[in-house]
């Protein structure tokens, strides 16, 4: 089941352009026939569809909270590509993602956000703090920030690693209200000295009804086709949407994490 007032769209590769290679899980550049960029996050590869899962869950509720993030859409992937490419690797690599993939739309030109060299302020810093507290996200580090300058705004990508919970779902009630220790590795940890008010701000916004939408928006065949302990996909949606209200519920222990976490390093 997709919720349907979804706002993804679903578009077909119609040409593979270029790996992206720093990419653990070998992203790629694809062309689709909507005669759009993507950068393609395949399914067959690394983390396989949780990673998918995750990208669009976290992405899409940082875009509900007001981040600029690139357009996630559905990619379809033909079986013709992986017999094509003449790369071994990449070879294995599509035809273990034939059908339904990610995209997000790319970002030409776009810069990787440096630290050193541009200066967020302490109410951004401290929303995208909040986030990633949220969605248990252990990539924005300053060796990886999965940020990028594009037109001079900073716009948030690679949400892949977040909500790791789901990748054994131990415990994963418990987990919930825990707080988020690797937030201090953080890389705009420093500046975020707006996360009280944040936190308030936030936890409105985040109502159980824009989290059951939110989590609509996963295709059941990606719920059905990954290990976990539940019996459908519905009761498997369904544990994503409790553990995010009652994080959200809880938001002050991962605020106070932070806060403490914040602390410590000034």
Do not use: C
Not at 11 to 31: C, K, M, N, W
Not at 51 to 60: D, N, P, R, Y
Not at 106 to 126: C, K, N, Q, R
């Amino acid at each position: 089941m997709m919720n349907k007032e979804s706002q993804i769209r679903k578009v077909q590769v119609t040409r593979y352009v270029t790996p992206l290679r720093e990419g653990g899980s070998l992203p790629a550049i694809v062309e689709a026939d909507d005669e759009f960029m993507y950068v393609l996050k395949f399914r067959g590869a690394g983390q396989g569809i949780k990673a998918l899962i995750a990208e669009l869950i976290s992405g899409e509720i940082a875009r509900r909270l007001g981040f600029r993030v690139p357009e996630i859409v559905f990619v379809g992937l033909d079986e013709a590509f992986g017999r094509t490419e003449p790369d071994e690797e990449i070879q294995d690599l599509l035809r273990a993602s034939e059908g339904l993939n990610l995209g997000l739309h790319y970002l030409s030109g776009a810069i990787t956000f440096d630290a050193l060299v541009t200066t967020i302020e302490p109410e951004l810093a401290s929303k995208i703090v909040w986030l990633d507290s949220l969605i248990t996200n252990v990539d924005r580090t300053p060796r990886n920030t999965n940020m990028l300058m594009w037109h001079k705004e900073l716009w948030l990508i690679d949400h892949g690693a977040s909500l790791f919970f789901h990748h054994a779902w131990q415990n994963w009630e418990e987990q919930a209200k825990r707080p988020f220790a690797q937030i201090k590795d953080h890389v705009l940890l420093p500046q975020a000295g707006e996360l009280e008010a944040t936190n308030a701000a936030f936890k409105a916004l985040l109502t159980p009804a824009v989290v059951q939408a939110i989590v609509d928006l996963v295709p059941d065949e990606w719920l059905d086709q990954v290990e976990s302990p539940f019996e459908s996909a519905a009761e498997h949606r369904q544990a994503y949407v409790q553990f995010l209200n009652t994080r959200i519920a809880n938001s002050e222990i991962f605020t106070t994490e932070a806060q403490h976490a914040r602390k410590a390093l000034i």
